[in-house]
């Protein structure tokens, strides 16, 4: 299965690029500016801001935009996920809008979360996503903002000082993941598999 | 919750992994792959590549730093000599999820905000190399605990978290390699003054030193290395350890 990995700032795309491939995808990397629309599925790395990501993808934003409308698997990481959405109190710029809502900055005083938390299931949510992976398996987070509740396709959630957050979305074929899961072991080897599995299903 | 982190570090020099005592008397440990491969099978939630003698010669190899990286599913932490915000920019390129500042930083401190508008603050570490001199507080060392600065380390790291830092990585040079646990006081001089979380380092003597990080001077994560190179314990064994006494470890 061929995953397109978007080259955007200083995203750690590498070892995300290598664990797309310890999953046996074949990744095309390619930065916003070559987004043609032909692509079969797209990840949008991200450890960065959001300002900087909804800069560096606004030239492909309105390709990306059609391409998740006609159905092509798109899974957001990190600011990734975050980019879907409309806006950010992090900074300016403008999200790729595919998700309503503006991300916030955690309500804790002690920020970035950093490290390992569980994810809670949501009932009936992200069972494609979350396919073999066992209710609060651990993932690795390093974020300072979350992408607003959803009223549905939060496949998990999880707290960090009191917090829930959605940590995990699905939403057909739009995913979105806060952890990393390039870094977070088992369950986040699980998890890009999951997404490479249904990229394939999808293209067929 | 957020696990309590549990993380081995790799002090390397051009000639593999060492460890000394005070940061002195260095000895071979072993194949840096080896190690790190063995110790994620442990259950490290994450491992650190420290570059020692970087400051007086050669900075890590991008190759072994990919090498690593491709090898692991934790995070990786690298460190030692990191001598500009490009060369962070290189090790994030080759691998790494974080990259620690240490002397750079005591010199230009403002590396610590370019890096973190660069890329996040979560991937910026500032580690910081402290020395108790008396009953004064434990103040800063750059240079592989070789140059005395102007800071305590409190004092360091408030300002360090002010310039962008998103993680101290605190280093008693007193208790390096000594077996005496962790300098729990420095940790909570530290604890005080700053947010950020906090990984402690030096002194590791065996599962209760990590629990006293934890519990008694508010660590996130706490770093050992001779223990678990020599296997005078396992990551395993250290969470066994945590767990059973209430401290939320992932597992």
């Known amino acids: 299965m061929k995953v397109t990995l978007l080259r955007t700032p200083a995203g750690n795309f590498g070892r995300l690029r290598r664990g797309l491939e310890r999953e046996r995808a074949r990744v095309d990397e390619r930065s916003p500016r070559e987004v043609t629309g032909n692509e079969r599925a797209v990840v949008l790395a991200g450890v960065s801001s959001f300002t900087t990501l909804s800069r560096s993808l606004a030239p492909a934003r309105s390709t990306l935009r059609r391409m998740v409308e006609a159905g092509v698997p798109l899974m957001g990481v990190c600011a990734g996920m975050q980019v879907l959405f409309g806006s950010s109190e992090e900074g300016p710029g403008r999200g790729l809008d595919l998700l309503s809502g503006r991300v916030r900055r955690l309500r804790a005083r002690r920020v970035p979360n950093l490290g390992w938390s569980r994810l809670a299931r949501t009932d009936g949510e992200g069972r494609r996503l979350m396919e073999g992976v066992a209710e609060g398996s651990y993932a690795y987070f390093a974020h300072s903002y979350r992408v607003p509740a959803l009223a549905q396709g939060a496949a998990t959630t999880t707290e960090y000082r009191g917090e829930d957050f959605p940590s995990a979305l699905e939403h057909g074929n739009l995913w979105g993941l806060q952890f990393h899961p390039e870094v977070s072991s088992s369950t986040g080897t699980k998890v890009l598999r999951n997404f490479i599995a249904y990229a394939e299903e999808a293209s067929r | ?251």
């Not at chain 2, 993380?7 to 390397?12: E, I, T, Y």
């Not at chain 2, 603050?121 to 140059?147: C, K, M, S, W």
């Open chain 2, 1 to 251: 919750m957020v696990a309590k982190r549990i993380v081995p570090c790799l002090d390397l020099t051009d000639q593999g992994v060492v460890k000394g005592v005070h940061f002195r008397h260095l000895r071979q440990m072993g194949d840096p792959l080896e190690l790190a491969r063995r110790y994620e099978r442990e259950g490290a939630d994450e491992v650190v590549l420290l570059k020692v003698d970087a400051w007086r010669g050669r900075g890590l190899s991008p190759k072994l730093l990919a090498r690593t990286s491709r090898e692991l599913s934790i995070p990786l932490t690298v460190g030692g000599g990191v001598g500009s915000v490009e060369q962070a920019e290189e090790l994030l390129s080759a691998g790494a999820d974080r990259v620690s500042f240490n002397s750079l930083a005591l010199e230009r401190p403002q590396v610590l905000t370019e890096a973190a508008d660069r890329f996040g603050r979560q991937a910026v570490v500032l580690a910081i190399d402290a020395h108790r001199e008396g009953r004064g507080p434990a103040t800063v060392y750059a240079r592989g605990g070789t140059l005395r600065e102007g800071w305590s380390a409190a004092a360091w790291a408030k300002e360090g978290e002010r310039r962008g830092a998103g993680e101290v990585l605190l280093t008693s040079i007193d208790r390096d390699g000594t077996h005496r646990g962790y300098d729990l006081p420095l940790l909570r001089a530290v604890r005080r003054s700053v947010r950020i979380p906090i990984m402690a380092s030096g002194g590791a003597a065996g599962p209760r030193s990590f629990f006293d990080a934890f519990e008694n001077a508010g660590a996130d994560a706490a770093l050992a290395a001779g223990i678990f190179h020599r296997g005078e314990c396992t990551v395993g064994e250290v969470k066994d350890y945590l767990s059973s006494r209430g401290i939320e470890v992932r597992r």
